[in-house]
């Protein structure tokens, strides 16, 4: 299992990756834990989050059998498209930090990409 230590500069090196990518577009981050999954459309240059989504919302909580599973993260995806949608952004960049892109995490972009978002 990987330390704390190595996962911090694993999602850094990432980070630094996607913003010299990024351009002008937003950054739709995830964040993983074993029993929910959330997921924020962030504008680094302002420094705030413009949408943001997670199974713990009571809309998806009680629709769902459980937080951390791919038809959440699916969920998840879809409903922060949609709220980015409304906030006028298209084009975002994926920061998937630590985490493989595979499973819940995978699930979560394919969903955002068919709510509308372009990564």
Request: without cysteine; aromatic residues 6%.
């Amino acid at each position: 299992m990987a330390s704390k230590e190595s996962t911090q500069r694993r999602a850094q090196r990432i980070r630094r990756q996607i913003k010299k990518v990024a351009g002008e577009r937003l950054r739709l981050t995830v964040y993983r834990s074993s029993k929910n999954i959330y997921a924020q459309v962030i504008d680094d240059t302002k420094g705030h989050t413009v949408a943001s989504a997670s199974t713990l919302e009571k809309d998806l909580k009680g629709s769902l059998k459980t937080g951390a599973d791919t038809e959440a993260a699916a969920a998840v995806g879809k409903l922060v498209a949609e709220r980015a949608k409304k906030a006028g952004v298209k084009d975002v960049v994926f920061d998937r930090g630590p985490y493989i892109f595979h499973g819940r995490v995978k699930a979560l972009a394919d969903a955002a990409r068919e709510g509308g978002l372009s990564f």
